[in-house]
């Protein structure tokens, strides 16, 4: 898969892109392949596999945010899925939270590359985070609990804010674990790179 393939693939839902977008994916890439070399940010080390398995995964957020909204990324890592709706929406603002400090200067080493302006990195667990302000959706990636993470989202969420979230489409009594305080408002069923399918959860937070 080619860079450019990404934008016109069926199964995704981004608004059409111009060759600065390209080059800034194209710069992130190289990025992430030279400090995987050194630091370890994904298991993946090949761009073409990096390509598929991340910043294409990442990119299905996009259906679910508002192209000029403003959304908290936690447990940010390599930056997915933060950085690539960053990039497909320049408007956006974004709050990249990452405890490792390593991958914190790799995220800030994107960040002066790619000249992103609206975006910043709080290198702290998410629990000891003191919002600066509130946002209007939190956003996770490679989740394994699901109430933890809307516990985590709340003290950065408005009553009416949104965690989006992917899981496994074969999860099962998900109502059991959603703590109080928080509505399923929306389960979206996205295709992987593989044509694995996955579940885009949109939860609403109701109670402060």
Not at 89 to 98: G, N, Q, R
Request: aromatic letters at 8%.
């Amino acid at each position: 898969m080619d860079i450019r393939d990404i934008f016109d693939d069926p199964r995704l839902d981004i608004p059409p892109v111009n060759q600065f977008i390209i080059s800034q994916f194209k710069a992130y890439l190289e990025l992430l392949v030279k400090w995987n070399k050194k630091i370890n940010l994904t298991s993946d080390k090949a761009a073409k596999e990096i390509l598929e398995r991340h910043i294409f995964d990442s990119l299905q957020y996009a259906r679910a945010l508002s192209p000029k909204g403003e959304i908290a990324d936690i447990g940010s890592g390599a930056g997915f899925p933060g950085i690539p709706l960053k990039i497909i929406f320049p408007d956006l603002k974004v709050t990249l939270i990452e405890s490792q400090r390593k991958r914190c200067n790799f995220l800030e080493a994107v960040i002066l590359k790619l000249d992103l302006e609206g975006i910043r990195v709080v290198n702290e667990r998410a629990e000891k985070v003191l919002p600066a302000g509130l946002v209007e959706s939190v956003i996770f990636r490679a989740v394994s609990d699901v109430n933890n993470c809307l516990k985590l989202a709340a003290p950065f969420l408005e009553i009416g804010g949104e965690i989006i979230l992917k899981k496994n489409i074969e999860e099962k009594d998900l109502e059991n674990t959603i703590p109080d305080g928080f509505l399923l408002q929306q389960k979206i069923i996205v295709l992987g790179y593989n044509n694995k399918k996955s579940s885009l959860l949109i939860f609403e937070k109701y109670l402060g």
